[in-house]
């Protein structure tokens, strides 16, 4: 607190103001944080975690960042306009958002994961969670974002989170979307990746009943690597839906995504994506594969990849699958006098263990494992 | 002395779509013993495979399957595993995300069998078959080698102790010490575990590893002839032209085949 002893405060009453006399405009009430059951692992898996608490958008006032973290409300100058509006619900949330801008240096303490809990409760109502991360050169860090309501919650959610990573840096992110059954959720995700930097992304989508998620990695600087991944479990009559750009306007780049879906029940899965390799981005490496199982008669799911490539000198790939429980898996577990029903949830549960292997953010495996026995349940009810 | 088992298999006739595969076959296996069917290409030997454990897809059309009293043909596969038969798949198949443990138990879940020991039981098993422990962790067969994926089959087999195994063409894909270390383990077992066992092939070489009491020739869904161990010794001189089939019967050291006299 500044006092009136400091030139700038002098001749002022400052020393009479108590803030302790006033509370902010937002509850801050998140004790409920603990209501997502997908967070939970994460948070006990990773007991020095730094968390940043976050209410239907608005930053818990109490949070002090630690050394190497630089708090800030709005995006760092010299990375804004490399972030435009995707489309009108990217635009509405940069009008209307309090932003969370975290600057991580080298100097922070990379072994102590960053979480950010995103609790959101509010009822018909729009909320714009906005996250922005810039990783600064040599600096490495763990970044969760948890989005979390109550299960009777009702809100439409239009989150976008912005990571800028400078050269030599490495990112480890992952999202956790554990919305209310509910809730509607239109996404973005963007990254910017500078000359040999590192991203490791992966998006974890369970909750609402329309879900799309739109992704976008640019590989910015040479050598960058930019590695996406997503599991997602589709139950009722749930839309998930994710679309994605690899985009790369430098040399010697790599991106690699992986997106796996299950659908259930009356679900819809919605998978569309495109690597673009601008003219000059020579010796890139770009791979992009979407699998999808598709568990019921009455779950659908769509999968469309896509390239444009403006260079000769590169290596692209598209790989996309739809189809159901592949019964050379089923014959070969029941051939070991396992049950047809429990071979099924093993085949489904180990559908989404596999990307466990995709994260090294401790907790992930136990996440994945909540989320496909959630939804199994779901799907068996 | 432990109670003997008997599978039975009586006049079994089966289709692939419209096609006819496996005309009349009769067999019977007990405990302890092992009986190789030896045959050429498209001889059946596969298809009889997957009949008696009941892979979807195959249309039996007369006969049957009893092992001791229990009619098999009206199970399903899991079933047909509960009763004790075991199936050594010629193509392991990979199954992403789920453990050789993960499996094992969750087999030991339907039969309602105490899993308190599996973990150790498959440490020993892995250590005695050669298995890497390291994969022990890893996806069913996901990057697994030829022989690690038959000495995987064959660490499920020892632990889960069925009463008869059919081990469908184990050696193809294997290299000599494979062969040697997963055969060994089959004899072991037909020792302690009075483990009955019926063993497709198409080569001569596993029946130099795995002595059997009876081998069998199958041709074009037919059991042709039966005899001791010396029928294999003579159908590796003669290959399958007896019947009718220019195939040979043994492989020559390097791996290729020996052109059929």
Redesign the interface.
């Known amino acids: 607190m500044p006092t009136s002893a400091i030139e700038e405060w002098r001749y002022s009453d400052i020393d009479e103001l108590d803030l302790s006399d006033y509370s902010v405009f937002a509850k801050t009430g998140i004790s409920k944080e603990v209501e997502s059951a997908l967070a939970g692992p994460i948070l006990e898996e990773n007991r020095n975690a730094l968390i940043i608490k976050t209410y239907n958008g608005i930053i818990d006032p109490g949070f002090a960042p630690p050394k190497g973290i630089i708090l800030g409300a709005t995006d760092p100058e010299d990375i804004s306009h490399d972030f435009s509006a995707a489309d009108v619900f990217s635009y509405l949330n940069a009008l209307l958002a309090s932003p969370v801008t975290l600057t991580i240096g080298a100097d922070y303490d990379s072994s102590r994961p960053v979480v950010v809990m995103r609790y959101l409760d509010a009822s018909k109502t729009a909320v714009f969670p906005n996250l922005c991360l810039k990783v600064e050169s040599n600096a490495s860090a763990q970044v969760v974002e948890i989005l979390a309501s109550p299960p009777e919650s009702d809100l439409l959610a239009i989150p976008v989170t912005k990571i800028f990573q400078e050269a030599d840096s490495e990112l480890e992110y992952l999202l956790v979307q554990d919305l209310g059954p509910s809730c509607e959720m239109i996404g973005h995700q963007a990254s910017r990746l500078m000359s040999r930097a590192k991203l490791r992304s992966m998006s974890l989508v369970a909750g609402g009943s329309y879900s799309r998620l739109f992704t976008t990695s640019t590989i910015a600087g040479q050598g960058a690597d930019s590695n996406l991944n997503a599991a997602y479990f589709g139950s009722r009559n749930q839309v998930l839906d994710f679309r994605t750009l690899q985009e790369h306007s430098a040399k010697n780049g790599r991106s690699e995504l992986y997106f796996k879906g299950a659908g259930a029940n009356e679900s819809h899965l919605v998978y569309s994506g495109l690597i673009k390799v601008d003219k000059g981005a020579t010796s890139t490496d770009a791979f992009q594969t979407n699998k999808n199982l598709v568990l019921s008669e009455g779950a659908r799911a769509d999968s469309v990849p896509n390239l444009d490539i403006q260079e000769n000198d590169v290596r692209c790939s598209h790989a996309s699958s739809v189809g159901p429980i ?4 089923q ?10 029903e ?2 099924q949830r ?2 489904v ?6 990307m466990a292997d995709r994260s090294k953010i401790v907790g992930v495996r136990s996440i994945l494992a909540a989320l496909a026995a959630g939804k199994w349940k779901e799907f068996q009810k | 002395m432990s109670q003997v088992h008997v599978l039975r298999i009586e006049n079994l006739r089966a289709n692939v779509g419209q096609k006819e595969i496996l005309r009349g076959i009769d067999l019977e296996l007990k405990s302890g013993e092992v009986h190789a069917i030896m045959g050429p290409n498209g001889s059946g030997k596969s298809t009889l495979s997957h009949v008696l ?4 897809g195959y249309e039996v059309t007369g006969g049957s399957i009893h092992l001791d009293g229990t009619d098999l043909l009206s199970l ?3 079933e ?3 009763a004790g038969l ?2 050594v ?1 010629q193509y ?7 453990s050789l443990e ?3 138990d ?2 030991f ?3 309602s069998r105490d899993s308190s020991n599996l973990h150790q039981d498959v440490l020993a098993e892995a250590n005695r078959l050669g298995f890497p422990l390291e994969l022990l962790g890893r ?1 069913l067969n996901v990057d697994f080698s030829g022989g690690e994926k038959k000495r995987n089959e064959m660490v ?1 087999l020892a632990v ?1 102790r069925p009463r008869f195994a059919v081990l469908d063409e184990i050696d193809s894909g294997l290299d000599i010490d494979a062969l040697r270390d997963v055969s060994k383990r089959v004899e072991e077992a037909t020792n302690d575990d009075q483990l009955g066992v019926l063993a497709i092939t198409h080569y001569s070489r596993l029946l130099k590893e795995l002595r059997p009491d009876r081998v069998h020739v199958l041709v074009r869904g037919e059991i042709v002839t039966s005899g001791g161990p010396e029928l294999a010794s003579q159908l590796e001189k003669t290959g399958y032209a007896e019947f009718g089939v220019e195939e040979p019967v043994a492989m020559d050291g390097t791996g290729i085949f020996r052109t059929s006299q």
């Open positions: 592949d019964e050379d898996q014959y070969y577990l029941e051939s070991r006098g396992i049950r047809p429990i071979v093993l085949i549960t180990g559908f989404f263990a596999e | 454990m009941g892979k979807p399903s596969a899991w047909r595993a509960q075991f199936l798949s392991p198949v990979e199954v992403p995300g789920v993960e499996a094992l969750a087999a879940e339907t039969q996806s499920q889960l």
